[in-house]
T-cell receptor, first 112, second 111 residues
Framework: SQQGEEDPQALSIQEGENATMNCSYKTSINNLQWYRQNSGRGLVHLILIRSNEREKHSGRLRVTLDTSKKSSSLLITASRAADTASYFCATDAPGANSKLTFGKGITLSVRP | NAGVTQTPKFQVLKTGQSMTLQCAQD?????MYWYRQDPGMGLRLIYY???????DKGEVPNGYNVSRLNKREFSLRLESAAPSQTSVYFC??????????FGAGTRLSVL
């Protein structure tokens, strides 16, 4: 069963705008990761945030984690057409034996 | 450095046929995974291998078998393909902190 649920399911924005995507999960976690998938390709790891961290930055990406609400958000600032992709959150739960549980994904379209 | 390589990229099978999806990684990772991706379902884990010589079932193992041939290779076998197994299959291997590297996928259609 899916641990993470992303919101919204689809997002369309103009180039230069910021994109915010949310992920909620159900059980306690060791860490939460975000992955990107371009059309017809495999998933690529973007960023990992540990359960004891609240915010993390990597280039134009900003991830927040609220363990009390069991939720995370991914912010992409100054979006580009090349950011058009599907984005997935994945959780690593204690006792899961190194298995990740992925959400269903968010489709982001950035219009030039 | 190719990362995770999957073959074939595309395959069409008839119901009842068998085939093996191949996966190889050149990053010396211990853990490897097989997922399937269906529209609106995200990725679901079929089988995984924590180390050479070990395999374990994931969320959706029925209809599949796996072999961890050596540290590099992890294959997925469909003994008698069914239309419900039409999907995109991804192999991944794990680096530190449970970050996974993915192959480009195998697109399988079962008619």
């Amino acid at each position: 069963s899916q641990q993470g649920e992303e919101d919204p399911q689809a997002l369309s924005i103009q180039e230069g705008e910021n994109a915010t995507m949310n992920c909620s999960y159900k059980t306690s976690i060791n860490n939460l990761q975000w992955y990107r998938q371009n059309s017809g390709r495999g998933l690529v790891h973007l960023i990992l945030i540990r359960s004891n961290e609240r915010e993390k930055h990597s280039g134009r990406l900003r991830v927040t984690l609220d363990t009390s609400k069991k939720s995370s958000s991914l912010l992409i600032t100054a979006s580009r057409a090349a950011d058009t992709a599907s984005y997935f959150c994945a959780t690593d739960a204690p006792g899961a034996n190194s298995k990740l549980t992925f959400g269903k994904g968010i489709t982001l379209s950035v219009r030039p | 450095n190719a990362g995770v390589t999957q073959t074939p990229k595309f395959q069409v099978l008839k119901t009842g046929q068998s085939m093996t999806l191949q996966c190889a990684q050149d990053m010396n990772h211990n853990s490897m995974y097989w997922y399937r991706q269906d529209p609106g379902m995200g990725l679901r884990l079929i089988y995984y291998s924590a180390s050479e010589g070990t395999t374990d079932k994931g969320e959706v193992p029925n209809g599949y078998n796996v072999s961890r041939l050596n540290k590099r290779e992890f294959s997925l076998r469909l003994e008698s393909a069914a239309p419900s197994q039409t999907s995109v299959y991804f192999c991944a291997s794990k680096v530190a902190k449970n970050i996974q590297y993915f192959g480009a996928g195998t697109r399988l259609s079962v008619l």
